[in-house]
């Protein structure tokens, strides 16, 4: 069965550092997968996704992810945060197979410390 | 475009009370989704429409929710009768097609419901 780990629940920076939040997945074919974002009080936004192609994708607000299938990983960066950055991050994975529910992550709240 | 449209946006009611949500999605999408986001918790999937048809409703506890979208474009999300279990945000997304959990769907902003 497909799963999502996000490696820690809560991640605070200062403005203008840089922003790492973890996601492995496992799964037993080659994985679709994605990265949202959840402002307070708001729906889930996506930020970038991944499904064929370049391992390295670029998503909205300055965001990117690079998909590592031998460390089953897709971790998100930016390389400098900003205060309007603090919101819940959620990694999703979708089997590329028939089943085709996203399975979800935990989530990641992103503290931005001035 | 005009984004997926929910109300209300918050909702408290007693415990064994009656509740509806109401979502419309993007126009000209045919894929709806209902989610139920349960607080430190990632969303689940609780029921997905293509067109006027169910598609998944496994998730879906049938003893006390329904859902429906008879013409194809808006749903409703009923809970009756409601647990304390059931406090949670409920997200609606809608796609253009089943592929949705392939390319990624749009959100609406959610309602918010407190089961007390």
């Known amino acids: 069965a497909q799963s999502v780990t996000q490696l820690g629940s809560h991640v605070s920076v200062s403005e203008g550092a840089l922003v790492l939040l973890r996601c492995n997945y496992s799964s037993s074919v080659p994985p679709y997968l994605f990265w949202y974002v959840q402002y307070p009080n708001q729906g889930l936004q996506l930020l970038l996704k991944y499904t064929t192609g370049a391992t390295l994708v670029k998503g909205i607000n300055g965001f990117e992810a690079e998909f590592k299938k031998s460390e089953t990983s897709f971790h998100l960066t930016k390389p400098s945060a900003h205060m309007s950055d603090a919101a819940e991050y959620f990694c999703a994975v979708r089997n590329a197979g028939n089943n085709r529910k996203l399975i979800w992550g935990l989530g990641t709240s992103l503290a931005v410390n001035p | 475009e005009a984004g997926v449209a929910q109300s209300p946006r918050y909702k408290i009611i007693e415990k064994r009370q009656s509740v509806a949500f109401w979502c419309n999605p993007i126009?000209?999408?045919?894929?709806l989704y209902w989610y139920q986001q349960i607080l430190g918790q990632g969303p689940k999937l609780l029921i997905q429409f293509q067109n006027n048809g169910v598609v998944d409703d496994s998730q879906l506890p049938k003893d006390r929710f329904s859902a429906e979208r008879l013409k194809g474009v808006d749903s409703t999300l009923k809970i009756q009768p409601a647990k304390l279990e059931d406090s949670a945000v409920y997200l609606c997304?809608?796609?253009?097609?089943?592929?949705?959990?392939?390319?990624?769907?749009?959100f609406g902003s959610g309602t918010r419901l407190t089961v007390v």
């Open positions: 997304a809608s796609s253009l097609g089943d592929r949705g959990q392939n390319y990624g769907y749009t």
């Open positions: 126009s000209g999408h045919a894929t």
